[in-house]
């Protein structure tokens, strides 16, 4: 695939997600009211971890869109006189929107299950802050499009603890539960995490891996379509019908 074409490929799905991901979370808070009374302790959270993921993503891919429009991804406008990497903000305000969507699945999958967080859970909190501070630190680099090999890899090990250690109470408690729907959201986590990996460990010296971005966004995508329609989609009465039926 040529340069040109991959940048196009980029461009078109960078505004179809965005498209998407907003349709979904203003849908929700449209719906709210549909929402029944057991599924609203975990609906309330999903909310606000999409909104939080589209609010980042939008600053990321969003500003990649501009910045291509500018005549490239180095494009640095300049900002009440100060030179500002579009791709660097991006980069940051989705790493800090993706910290905190993880603490927010970890809300969730207490109040799915009623569970205390316990030690654990305290561990992914701490790994989700110690993350925010590596991030405050200069060395990030935040101003280049391509960040310090050394410290991309430092906070996104610490991302992967967050991410993995929710992934993993998730699909315990849901399998034992026979949970259906958690079942499915942690494996769109799972999806998520195998494409983002290469691009982690490789995409410094392989470009090309930057495109498993793509399907990494499309695993996002779906457990906002799966949150949407299991638990907004439908009247809490109709639910509520549903769930009688099924016992009977």
């Given at each position: 695939?040529?340069?040109?074409?991959?940048?196009?490929?980029?461009?078109?799905?960078?505004?179809?997600?965005?498209?998407?991901?907003?349709?979904?979370?203003?849908g929700?808070?449209?719906r709210?009211?549909?929402?029944?009374?057991?599924?609203a302790?975990?609906?309330?959270?999903?909310l606000?971890?999409?909104?939080?993921?589209?609010?980042?993503d939008?600053?990321?891919?969003?500003?990649?869109?501009?910045?291509?429009?500018?005549?490239?991804?180095e494009?640095?406008?300049?900002?009440?006189?100060?030179p500002?990497?579009?791709?660097?903000?991006?980069?940051?305000?989705?790493?800090?929107?993706?910290?905190f969507?993880y603490?927010?699945?970890l809300?969730m999958?207490?109040?799915?299950?009623?569970?205390?967080?316990?030690?654990?859970?305290?561990v992914?909190?701490?790994?989700?802050l110690?993350?925010?501070?590596?991030?405050?630190?200069?060395?990030?680099?935040?101003?280049?499009?391509?960040?310090?090999?050394?410290?991309?890899?430092?906070r996104?090990?610490?991302?992967v603890?967050?991410?993995?250690?929710?992934?993993?109470?998730?699909?315990?408690?849901?399998?034992?539960?026979?949970?259906?729907?958690?079942?499915?959201?942690?494996?769109?986590?799972?999806?998520?995490?195998?494409?983002?990996?290469?691009?982690?460990?490789?995409?410094?010296?392989?470009?090309?891996?930057g495109?498993?971005m793509i399907?990494?966004?499309?695993?996002?995508?779906?457990i906002?379509?799966?949150?949407?329609?299991?638990?907004?989609?439908?009247p809490?009465?109709?639910?509520?019908?549903v769930?009688?039926?099924?016992?009977?």
């Amino acid at each position: 695939m040529s340069e040109s074409m991959r940048t196009w490929v980029e461009i078109i799905f960078n505004i179809s997600y965005l498209a998407v991901i907003w349709s979904l979370v203003v849908g929700m808070r449209r719906r709210q009211k549909n929402v029944s009374a057991t599924d609203a302790p975990v609906a309330r959270p999903a909310l606000w971890a999409f909104a939080l993921l589209a609010l980042g993503d939008t600053g990321h891919v969003g500003f990649r869109v501009l910045a291509y429009a500018l005549g490239g991804l180095e494009s640095k406008p300049v900002l009440l006189g100060i030179p500002v990497s579009l791709v660097g903000i991006g980069s940051l305000a989705t790493a800090v929107t993706l910290t905190f969507f993880y603490a927010l699945m970890l809300l969730m999958w207490s109040k799915r299950f009623n569970k205390p967080l316990g030690w654990f859970g305290w561990v992914l909190i701490g790994a989700g802050l110690a993350r925010l501070i590596v991030m405050a630190l200069p060395q990030n680099g935040w101003d280049q499009v391509v960040a310090p090999y050394e410290w991309s890899l430092l906070r996104n090990a610490l991302l992967v603890v967050q991410g993995l250690g929710v992934l993993y109470l998730i699909l315990r408690d849901a399998s034992q539960a026979k949970d259906n729907t958690f079942t499915w959201i942690g494996v769109m986590i799972a999806i998520s995490y195998a494409f983002y990996a290469p691009v982690i460990l490789w995409a410094a010296q392989a470009p090309l891996l930057g495109m498993l971005m793509i399907p990494k966004t499309l695993a996002y995508v779906g457990i906002a379509i799966l949150v949407y329609r299991r638990m907004y989609a439908h009247p809490a009465d109709k639910q509520e019908d549903v769930r009688l039926v099924k016992q009977v």
